[in-house]
């Protein structure tokens, strides 16, 4: 039998830390528990957890700089985080977006949904069929292993900004609407705005450098890469919409 994949949940509020972990365990994941941000950062180094449900408001450590910290060392930088917040301001969640988190989850939820933003994240992270790295000029994705280069050196990208990139690369120069990035990125089901995509753009650019322009955006339509020229903000205007 496969190995069950192991859930982190940060949570210190303690019923609410118990009742996930039960219906994770019922689902058939191996659950640990941190009441702490503290805690989290030790239980990562004793041993990495496949997902992170990370709540945002904690005492001492929050969950914000959790995740920053999670981000910013390279062994534990892939590692999907589902951030939990009672907070359900727009900027809040892209706040958390722009941190490294793969998705977000406002408090109160329902179990149904924890479990299947859960296994949508995980599906996200797992291997997919055997298939050749992506290559386009300097860039190049292995989804095999799961490794994006650029000129040679890895980048560090959280896993919805690897799928991100991963389908752009693969679309072979064609136009990818902001409706079709999503449905590659998190799976069907899973509702976010256009501008969660926009925002996950901007990261990406960043992290290209000097490459940034490769990531262009179609004004009205989507995005697509490119070696081609392009403006200065990598941005073309177009009164033709183009299907993904």
Same mark, same amino acid.
């Given at each position: 039998?496969?190995?069950?994949? #192991?859930?982190?949940?940060v949570?210190?509020?303690?019923?609410?830390s118990?009742?996930?972990? /039960?219906?994770?365990?019922?689902?058939?994941?191996?659950?640990?528990?941190? #009441?702490?941000?503290?805690?989290?950062?030790?239980?990562?180094? #004793?041993? @990495?957890?496949?997902?992170?449900?990370?709540?945002?408001?904690?005492?001492?450590?929050?969950g914000?700089?959790?995740a920053?910290?999670?981000?910013q060392?390279?062994?534990?930088s892939?590692i999907? /985080? /589902?951030?939990?917040?009672?907070?359900?301001?727009?900027?809040d969640?892209?706040?958390?977006?722009? +941190? !490294?988190?793969?998705?977000?989850?406002?408090?109160?939820?329902?179990?149904?949904?924890?479990?299947? $933003?859960?296994?949508a994240?995980? #599906?996200?992270?797992?291997?997919?069929?055997? &298939?050749?790295?992506?290559?386009l000029?300097?860039? &190049?994705?292995d989804?095999?292993?799961?490794?994006?280069?650029?000129e040679?050196?890895?980048?560090?990208?959280?896993?919805?900004?690897?799928?991100?990139?991963?389908?752009?690369?693969?679309? !072979?120069?064609?136009?990818?609407? *902001? *409706?079709?990035? /999503?449905s590659?990125?998190?799976? +069907?089901?899973?509702?976010?705005t256009? @501008?969660?995509?926009?925002?996950?753009?901007?990261?990406? $650019?960043?992290? +290209?450098?000097?490459?940034?322009?490769?990531?262009?955006?179609?004004?009205?339509?989507?995005?697509?890469?490119s070696?081609?020229?392009?403006?200065?903000?990598?941005?073309?205007?177009?009164?033709?919409?183009? *299907?993904?």
């Amino acid at each position: 039998m496969p190995e069950a994949n #192991r859930v982190l949940v940060v949570e210190d509020e303690p019923d609410l830390s118990e009742l996930l972990a /039960i219906n994770l365990r019922g689902e058939g994941y191996e659950v640990e528990q941190a #009441r702490d941000g503290g805690e989290a950062l030790q239980a990562v180094e #004793r041993e @990495r957890p496949d997902l992170i449900l990370l709540d945002l408001m904690m005492p001492r450590l929050s969950g914000q700089q959790v995740a920053e910290r999670l981000k910013q060392t390279p062994s534990t930088s892939t590692i999907p /985080i /589902i951030m939990l917040t009672a907070m359900s301001d727009e900027l809040d969640e892209l706040k958390g977006l722009e +941190l !490294g988190a793969d998705d977000y989850i406002t408090k109160p939820f329902s179990m149904s949904v924890v479990l299947a $933003r859960v296994g949508a994240v995980l #599906r996200r992270a797992g291997k997919g069929a055997e &298939s050749k790295p992506l290559t386009l000029g300097p860039l &190049s994705i292995d989804e095999q292993i799961h490794l994006a280069t650029l000129e040679g050196e890895a980048m560090k990208l959280t896993l919805t900004e690897f799928r991100l990139l991963a389908a752009l690369v693969g679309a !072979g120069g064609k136009v990818l609407s *902001r *409706r079709a990035l /999503i449905s590659s990125a998190m799976g +069907l089901g899973v509702t976010v705005t256009h @501008r969660t995509i926009d925002v996950h753009m901007t990261s990406i $650019r960043k992290k +290209l450098g000097r490459h940034a322009p490769m990531v262009q955006t179609i004004r009205g339509v989507g995005y697509l890469m490119s070696l081609g020229p392009g403006d200065g903000d990598g941005e073309i205007d177009t009164t033709e919409p183009t *299907r993904p």
